[in-house]
């Protein structure tokens, strides 16, 4: 058994790792793809030298110029770090490779769980959309997004496989659950993806006969209201 785990923790490294090689390769250029780079890196330094501020008067072209809410905050907050240790421009770029690599080892975990044959074989394969590779490679908010929504779907599977679960296993699930989906209010804007997830898979228990399986999707929405 300790073997098997042994191997299965390389797996995810070498999963890990490639995507730092890659992600890394890709960022190592003096420019962003995209200028939103800019706007989130420097609220990353205000929110380190303020702490959290309710006005940003310099989006002039925007409705936030008047009535002004970071709805990216948390992603703001785990760039802290890195602005902090690097030249802020250097630092948001060692994120977005960190968020991708992290995203593509999540969604590696998510093709094993659902035991898909060769999971590594069809997790580099996602290397071959240039749109999936683009966007986590923008120094923004998509790859720890992914990443989020990948480990909401992998607790959705995992709970699945598992039922039925004692009332203690249960109780884990729906505690990660909802703490996964409150983080997710405050990460990105984009937040309702995950309670689609959810949605779709419990309206597919229930059309199943699972009628038991509504505190999972209850729970999440928990999340997503106190957030």
């Known amino acids: 058994r300790s073997e098997g785990m042994c191997k299965s923790l390389r797996s995810y490294l070498l999963i890990f790792l490639f ?85 593509l080892t999540m969604l590696y975990a998510v093709l094993r769980v659902l035991r898909v044959s060769y999971p590594g074989f069809w997790t580099l394969l996602a290397f071959t959309s240039t749109g999936f590779l683009y966007r986590l490679n923008l120094a923004k908010t998509p790859g720890i997004s992914v990443f989020f929504l990948l480990l909401g779907l992998w607790l959705i599977i995992k709970y699945s496989l598992s039922r039925p679960v004692g009332l203690r296993q249960a109780r884990i699930f729906y505690i990660l659950f909802f703490i996964l989906n409150f983080v997710y209010v405050w990460l990105y804007a984009a937040w309702p993806f995950l309670l689609v997830f959810t949605i779709i898979w419990w309206l597919a228990f229930f059309i199943l006969g699972h009628r038991n399986v509504y505190p999972m999707p209850l729970c999440g929405i928990g999340g997503i209201v106190t957030g």
């Open 19 to 103: 995507g730092l090689v890659v992600f890394g390769a890709l960022q190592y250029t003096p420019f962003f793809p995209d200028p939103d780079s800019f706007y989130h890196t420097k609220i990353a330094l205000l929110l380190q030298e303020r702490g959290i501020f309710h006005k940003f008067p310099w989006l002039q072209g925007t409705v936030l110029k008047d009535v002004y809410v970071d709805h990216h905050f948390l992603y703001h907050v785990f760039l802290i770090p890195f602005v902090r240790l690097f030249n802020p421009l250097v630092g948001i770029k060692v994120a977005t490779v960190l968020f991708g690599a992290g995203a």
